[in-house]
């Protein structure tokens, strides 16, 4: 078969099966662009972290103004393409608009950053400082693009929110959805395998270790039997919750009460009540207390428990 054959062939492909990019339509976001982006914004909220070269004070507002412009002047062209896609009656303007907007927000995102590598460092007795944490740990990528991305999310850009976050994905191991709600002091030891989707909650103080899993347990599907976009089928996970390694937790409507332990490998699709610790106890999943009796029962949303020790969901 010759190449003029093959080339002959891959264009009926395109014809027949799509997968190309809007043949004489509108142009869609460049991967290579945003991975750019990716790395300039992290260059931006940590600068001096990722520089062959030493930062100084004097050259620190230089920087900054190099960074913002390649930002602002590649995030701007590439919203664009993604409102063109989405048929925005003003791709250009909006834009511009939804760019500037993105570019305030950067003081207050940084702030919520530093809360994170403070988790981080506090939650792992292997850390040994601050700047390992920012330098090595996987966690500050994927979360600092989540929370950049969830803004774009936020503003009702198509497309690039999960482009951002795919790119932390593939670097990490870690699948953080954009339209996830992450607390602040988020910390996620080891990153790899984690899965959060899109209608999951996480409140402050929040750990998860490898392999966790905060998915959907079921579809609502319409009549054609797709499923429906936009329905809450992620858990919601209160503040104070330590969930570790491989615990898989599914469902819109499954709460993790706050101050709560969810053991290794535990397969939840149940809510739990605040100040639990959940495990594996032979073949039974077991929820106990952490707190006194009668504290847990007088609690009215709890009222049907009918003791403290163990009891089996």
Known sequence: MSLDDIKQALLLSYQQHGGINHLDGVNLPAQSSVNQLCVDCMHLLFPGFFDETRLTKGAAGELVSRLLGQIQKRLTVEIEKCLRFSKHADPVG?????????????????EILQTDVAAAYRGD????????????YPCVLVISLQRFAHELYLLKVPLLPRMITEYAHERTGCDLH?????????????????VVGETATIGDHVKLYQGVTLG?????TD???????????????GPHVTIYAH?????????????????S??????????????????????????RKKETLIENPSWADLKTSHDWQI
């Open 247 to 263: 615990a898989t937790i599914l469902g819109g409507d499954t709460t993790i009460g706050e101050n709560s332990i969810i053991g």
């Open 178 to 194: 954009p339209g996830a709600r992450l607390g602040a002091h988020f910390f996620i030891d080891h990153c790899t395998g984690v």
């Open 265 to 290: 490998n535990v397969w939840l699709i149940k809510s739990v009540p605040p100040d639990s610790v959940v495990y594996n106890k032979g073949e039974n999943l077991v929820t106990r207390s952490r």
């Open 125 to 136: 007795p292997a850390a040994r400082s601050i700047e390992e944490i920012i330098l090595a």
């Open 94 to 110: 909006h834009a511009r608009e939804v760019t500037n907007i993105l570019l305030s927000r950067l003081p207050a995102l940084r």
């Open 216 to 220: 959907a347990k079921s579809f609502e």
């Open 223 to 237: 009549d054609t039997g797709a499923p429906i976009k936009g329905v809450k089928r992620h858990p919601d996970i």
